[in-house]
């Protein structure tokens, strides 16, 4: 899990985990197939990427990392960006094919990109850092809701942070790491999962993809795990897969059982889980990371 493995091999994988969901679940489909088809996509582009950056690979501080500070920072993961070129271009198309209501938007962005009206690098870092006037008034300048902006500069991005972030993992692989977000980029997790014959509980970062141990009591965004506990959801028959609500921050993030399945694609799995992203948001809790299936539900597309 979180090994890099060959994009056929990849794809495999991503289609057992749609095709199990969909078929578990018919009224998914309309839903899940753009993801199915984004990621499947994905897996090929990141094959085309170069692993090499000109970033130190060397491992982290010992004394920082334990302090819970990850191993990049936010100039760091945007300098995991080719800002343009033929395959930030083909990472674009493939969220055009995707989710084609969505193609005006894309092609804005992408013109604006090809004649340097703005520059991802600097749009990443506004997002990173919460800067969010800087953000809006790039976004009111090209005629794009800023959600939309977000999403659009977040998912071209991706298979660049997600290729060149494996190059860290081995280096804190046997570190310990206690903090709800990932050790590498700092980033919220989308998915927490059990995993092996103990279920150890296990959290998936919602931008770069690394996976750490996580206690299976404490909220990942607060670290509440109080009396009241966490908020357990489940939809009767599917016992095997919730949405863990704190009572505290009132956050909440889907996760599932995997067992000691050593090939399933966690990338994957969360999109299958939206039917507990509206539950708990239906009871009123905020996701702890705001995702693609999140943003386009939102968005009706």
């Not at 091999?9 to 753009?34: G, N, Q, T």
């Not at 990173?128 to 976004?139: H, K, P, R």
């Not at 939309?148 to 290729?163: A, C, G, N, T």
Request: net charge neutral; with cysteine; charged share 30%.
């Amino acid at each position: 899990m979180g090994k890099e493995v060959k994009p056929e091999e990849a794809v495999r994988r991503i289609e057992k985990v749609f095709d199990k969901r969909i078929k578990e679940i018919p009224s998914l489909k309309s839903i899940l197939d753009p993801f199915k088809k984004l990621l499947i996509e994905r897996e090929y582009i990141k094959a085309e990427i170069s692993s090499r950056t000109d970033i130190d690979v060397s491992a982290p501080d010992k004394e920082q990392f334990a302090k819970g500070e990850p191993m990049l920072k936010t100039e760091t993961i945007a300098s995991l960006i080719d800002t343009w070129g033929e395959t930030m271009k083909r990472s674009a198309s493939a969220l055009e094919r995707s989710f084609p209501k969505i193609r005006p938007e894309i092609t804005k962005l992408t013109q604006a990109l090809d004649t340097g009206q703005i520059d991802v690098k600097d749009c990443l870092l506004a997002i990173f850092t919460g800067e969010d006037n800087e953000l809006d008034g790039t976004a009111s300048r090209l005629g794009i809701q800023p959600n939309m902006l977000r999403f659009l500069l977040i998912q071209i991005s991706k298979p660049f942070i997600e290729k060149r972030a494996q190059r860290f993992h081995d280096l804190i692989k046997e570190m310990p790491w206690f903090k709800g977000y990932c050790p590498i980029c700092g980033s919220s997790p989308e998915l927490s999962f059990l995993h092996g014959k103990e279920g150890q509980r296990w959290l998936r970062c919602s931008l770069c993809g690394y996976e750490w141990r996580f206690k299976r009591t404490e909220c990942p965004y607060c670290g509440y795990e109080g009396k009241k506990g966490k908020q357990l959801d489940y939809i009767e028959g599917r016992n095997k897969e919730w949405a863990e609500s704190c009572p505290e921050c009132k956050r909440y993030i889907v996760g599932t059982d995997l067992g000691a399945s050593t090939e399933t694609a966690t990338e994957a799995v969360a999109p299958g889980l939206i039917y507990l992203d509206i539950l708990a948001q239906d009871k009123g809790f905020t996701p702890i990371a705001v995702c693609a299936w999140n943003m386009v539900t939102e968005s009706g597309e």
